[in-house]
């Protein structure tokens, strides 16, 4: 798939360096999303793929390099700052509020959007209620039912399943409303049934016109990647090797030689 | 009988203050899960912030009122100051700092307003009590009990409804999620603090009209540490609950325990209840059970 249909750039990482002591979790890693592609980062463990999101979402802050959203410099810039320009994620190990209902998790996604403050909150009148309204109609008609989890939605998260505790987490991101969304692993330890439909959610996100989102994919599940991708970046060791389609970065020689002892990329997990 | 019925309704009217202080460690526990063990001495800063606006000639509710807007400025400046830079450290440090903020303050207000016993004169309330039916309520205790169940209101309607209150629970739930969410964790640390730093000052304010004022107030901040246990460390409804029972427990024990010993079963009598509580229900009455998944 030619990459030229794609928008304008819309993050840039450059040259980007992260060391955890003296360990160097990326070193120099440059690459560009662009609007409304589906771009997987793919690499063996501890190839420093979350290091990188972390870097783009804002946990971290790489100690060179810079990152820029929409040709906005964000290295700087708080986690939470970044969350209102647009950034959403989730995270590898499942980062639910536990003790909270469905419906709450995927509320506080709505916080940066709700602009009434704490007098009007509580008189509830006029505007507030008219947000509020908005915001239901938003979660309830929009993500709820895209992601298939209304029979859920008054349950505690924490006694959820894996497998529903991964979608909430995905409806809690998408409920920003996000315009770059970070995803990690977002297939790990579900099972195939789950991966068909997780895969078909992110399709979803990235291509239907409610949404568009671009997505910034990190996963092993190689058949899904490759399937789902629209470019794919390889890392090792800290470095990027490539950047491509697909087709380029399965037949790229120094991929094959990264993933080398793992024989059939394609092969694995599946 | 009336002798019983008395001992209880006092009780509960002190329990409303209690349930307000205790508000104050319920709500730095919720966001941060760290037991802040200066709240004592907030509620004696609190106490001595009122009675000086009240001495320069402020009406009662103005001073309250001043008490509540320094004791907020107090509350993130402390955070600012001491606790900010602690973000993400493990939670005994930051307990432990509490600690030491509990001396630090204690000194301040010894060195500022001395450590004679000092009353709110005139008296804010009027002396002579009410008798309804047989039962004699001093005023103090019922306006003070009016006031905390009203700020008490105020402070529940905040975490229920306004999404400030969620992104808090959010916080003390997972901060990184939260942050991602686009949470700030230090404005919700700070809130917390300045709220918390208001529950215990006007709470201190409503103690010192009972009984006048010095440094012990500090200790009845400490004795509500029971109540909090009790209702649960993260629990709203459990702080007032947990507050309102141990008013009620401390007060049947001074009526009808302290006659039988050289006294002081009043204050030990609360903290027994606790031990006892905590061995049947060891996340208190409505504390988050640690759900996991196997």
Redesign the interface.
Known sequence: MPSDHFGPIMLKVNDVSMFFGKVAALSGVSLDVREGEIHSIIGPNGAGKTVLLNCINGLYHPQKGEISFKEQDITKIKTYHRAELGISRTFQKIELFRGMTVLDNIRLGRHIHLKSGILSGFIYLGKTAKEEIKTREFIEEEIIDLLEIESIRNKTVGMLPYGLQKRVELGRALALNPKLLLLDEPLAGLNLEEVEDMARFILDISQEKRWKVTCILVEHDMGVVMDISDRISVLSFGNKITTGTPSEVQNNAQVIEAYLGEEDLYATRR | MNLFIQVIITGILMGGIYALVALGWTLIYKCSGVLNLAMGELTLIGAYVCLTFYMWGFPFLLALLCTVIIGFILGLITERIFLDKLIGEPVLTVIMVTVGLSFFFRGIVEFLFGTDTVIFSPPVFPMKPIDIGGIIIGQVYLWSFFAAIALLLIFV??FQ????G??M??TA??E??????????RFVYATAWGIAFIAAGVGGALLGNINGLNISVGYLGLLVLPAVVLGGLNSIPGAIVGGIIIGVLQNLSGAYLDRFTPGGVKEIAPFIFMVIILLYKPYGLWG?ER?E?V
């Not at chain 2, 409804?161 to 400030?164: I, M, N, Q």
């Not at chain 2, 990184?176 to 964790?185: H, I, K, Q, T, Y």
């Open positions: 309607a905040f409804f306004t999404r400030w969620l992104a629970q959010a739930d997972d990184m999620a939260a942050l991602s969410l686009g949470v700030s964790a988050w759900i998944r």
